[in-house]
């Protein structure tokens, strides 16, 4: 038989094994975020392929018609969404992981569970539209005949460190919206100027390089220039000090984002 | 003895009430306090908020043990801390000191349907409910058949629970819960939702559940519910338990702090009458009746000054908005009191039922057609709220009427096509 002791301050040993008995509620919560996603919506899931598309054509006009940034050899839709692709990620999964505790708020006051569950969960709907971006980028890059490069293999890795630095921020703002329901309002000018602070519509070569490794410390710099470099390959080097910063700063992001979440969790349910 | 399997220690949750609202609030005031005291502030994020001042605490000193197999019944006003009691013993809060051990699977149903989402469907609400309550998908998906035969929403699984209706809902939610089976269940008032036939069923449910050994710990305002279905019960009073023990002495208890004190003039110089015999003393012989047993009331009574010969003696129960519900004269009954010094006697009735409440008794003395003694509230009587009726549960089928009746219904059915009439009685006992 089971035994279990609730006791204050208890640093619970059974914590991880908790969060792996309640997979199947993260599979769960997942499955009803995806679910209700597009209900009593005309397109339905041609949302997900409508907004990057018109985000794309909207980055390309402004920054590559405009702004005349440079963009080498690549065609300019192609570079701005292989740059959209992991900051559409980041900042969806932001916003509704950074909400998903106290859009969930009635689950926290009345049924125990490790809460990371609830964060975690939430951040599958932003990978769903994830992966149907990559569906729409590899059709873009069919359209003007771009072979993807070599490099290719390690966009994996590449991904896993969006999620992770995903899931850190998501963390931290999911556990501070607990108590402070201003972060509702600070979160959309994260992902605002974020868009225009990251090298989402330009190439981060145009950045001078004697600012590069200061720019680098927005960890999703590093992120989008090494979509970029896993995707297009030619002329896109990796610039391996940024590439570092930004493994870094997603780590720190990562640990604090966790060590933060579980100290506060245990009064959720008192504040919520 | 078997060990427990629930033991709480010195239990005591600490609620901070002012919780750094008091000035400004959120975001901008913690800003402002780590600006002008950083020190302090890094010690609050470091956990140690010393914020002593305005503390609440919902428990203290709780301590109890539950052995494996009871079902425990907890009961107390509210904001007594039975909620808080539940939150701490389902993890949902951490409690602030002391120590819980429990020995087996918890689920605690707090809420039913909490997690419902409105625009799922029956069938998908049932495996997300599940999984929210702790079921595994092949739990869920083995036991699936019987919560819908339970729910009976068969036709409606595949809309969307936001187009139910709220009994159907109700029921859809408290069939997932019912189907659990964890080896200790907490469940908080509950049954305080759906039409009677439906809480008989769950009542019947959770009887079941019960029976089948697991241990259950019970909240819930209906005396009725609680005194059916546990056998012992704890009553909390002001964060700590007040009394622990059978199901009966705890709800007599509950009930007791509004017996007492005489409303009427206690003192019998102020009294109305004559003044030549006075009650000295009336006390019901319980503290709390069942609303249909025979309830009796002892009293004394002495001479003070003359003799007035033959004496009738008359009782009055009233109710608590002042209406006389029976006025129980001796003469009716032809019982006369002889002249005396000192005489004492009981006083008993057992009709109308009484509904549950607090009834105030006058006592009245009569010789030769002159009032001798008026007691106005010699005593109160208390009556329990659990309902002399074996099947009422909601308050729908109670809240019309003064009292309660002993009543029957008779009835025979007849079909056109001449089928055979059927008799049938049903009684309220």
């Known amino acids: ?272 | 003895m078997p060990s427990p399997i629930i033991t709480v220690e010195n239990l005591g949750k600490r609620y901070l009430i002012s919780h750094q609202r008091k000035k400004g609030d959120g975001l901008r005031h913690t800003i402002e306090e780590a600006v002008r005291n950083p020190l302090s502030f890094l010690r609050q994020i470091g956990g140690r908020r010393n914020l002593e001042n305005d503390v609440v605490w919902a428990l203290k000193a709780v301590s109890f043990t539950v052995t494996e197999g009871e079902i425990v019944g907890i009961i107390g006003r509210n904001g007594a801390g039975k909620s808080t009691l539940l939150k701490v013993l389902s993890r949902i809060t951490r409690p602030t000191e002391g120590r819980v051990r429990l020995r087996g699977r918890v689920a605690s149903l707090l809420e039913v349907g909490t997690g419902f989402h409105q625009e799922l469907t029956g069938r998908e609400n049932i495996f997300l409910n599940g999984a929210i309550l702790g079921m595994t998908r092949a739990e869920i998906r083995r036991k699936f058949d019987e919560i819908v035969a339970f729910s009976e929403v068969e036709k409606f699984l595949d809309t969307p629970v936001k187009r139910y209706s709220s009994g159907m809902y109700v029921r859809l939610a408290f069939a997932v819960a019912a189907h659990l089976e964890p080896e200790i269940l907490i469940v908080d008032e509950v049954l305080a939702v759906g039409d009677a036939a439906f809480q008989k069923k769950c009542l019947g449910k959770m009887r079941d559940v019960a029976t089948g050994g697991r241990t259950v710990l019970f909240v819930s305002h209906n005396m009725q519910a609680v005194s059916v279905l546990c056998s012992r019960a704890l009553l909390i009073e002001g964060g700590t338990v007040a009394h622990d023990g059978g199901i009966q002495d705890t709800i007599d208890l509950y009930m007791a702090p509004e017996k007492g004190s005489a409303v009427g003039a206690a003192d019998p110089e102020k009294r109305l009458g004559s003044g030549d015999y006075r009650y000295t003393a009336a006390q019901p012989e319980k503290d709390c009746f069942e609303g249909s047993e025979e309830k009796s009331v002892a009293f004394e009574l002495r001479r003070r000054k003359q003799r007035v010969g033959k004496m009738w003696l008359s009782a009055h129960v009233v109710d608590a908005d002042g209406l006389v519900l029976a006025q129980c004269d001796s003469r009716l009954i032809g019982t006369m009191a002889d002249d005396c010094e000192r005489l004492t006697g009981r006083f008993r009735f057992s009709t109308p039922w009484l509904k549950p409440g607090r009834y105030r008794m006058d006592l009245v003395i009569c010789a030769n057609g002159i009032l001798v003694d008026l007691w106005e509230g010699a005593c109160s009587i208390i009556i329990s709220p659990v309902l002399p009726y074996p099947y009422s549960l909601s308050e729908d089928g109670t809240k019309l009427g003064r009292v309660f009746s002993d009543f029957r219904w008779d009835l025979e059915t007849q079909d056109d096509n001449g089928g055979v009439a059927v008799a049938r009685t049903l009684e309220s006992r």
């Open chain 1, 1 to 272: 038989m089971t035994e279990l002791i609730i006791e204050p301050g208890r640093a619970e040993r059974q914590y991880w094994r908790d969060l792996w008995k309640y997979r199947e509620l993260f599979y769960f919560l997942a499955w009803r975020d995806l679910l209700v996603r597009y209900k009593q919506t005309v397109v339905g899931v041609a949302w997900s392929v409508i907004r990057p598309f018109l985000t794309m054509v909207v980055l390309t006009i402004v920054f590559g018609k405009l702004g005349k940034m440079p963009a080498g050899a690549v065609p300019y839709p192609i570079l701005v969404f292989c740059g959209m692709l992991p900051w559409q990620f980041f900042s969806t999964a932001l916003a509704e992981s950074g909400s998903s505790l106290v859009s969930n708020s009635n689950l926290i006051s009345k049924v125990y569970f490790p809460r990371l569950v609830v964060p975690a969960s939430s951040i599958i709907t932003s990978f769903v539209d994830f992966l149907i971006s990559t569906i729409l980028l590899t059709a873009l890059m069919g359209w003007y005949r771009w072979l993807p490069s070599a490099n290719s293999v390690f966009l994996p890795a590449f991904v896993a460190l969006t999620l992770a630095a995903s899931l850190g921020a998501g963390l931290w703002v999911a556990a501070l919206m607990v108590e402070y329901r201003d972060f509702k309002f600070i979160v959309p000018f994260i992902t605002q100027f974020g868009l225009y602070l990251s090298p989402v519509g330009f190439d981060s070569s145009v950045v001078p390089e004697r600012w590069r490794l200061l720019y680098s410390l927005n960890p999703m710099v590093g992120i989008i220039d090494g979509f970029r470099w896993a995707i297009l390959g030619g002329q896109h080097r990796l610039f391996l000090p940024g590439l570092l910063a930004s493994v870094l700063g997603v780590a720190l992001l990562l640990f604090s984002g966790v060590w933060y979440f579980r100290k506060t969790e245990q009064s959720f349910a008192d504040v919520i």
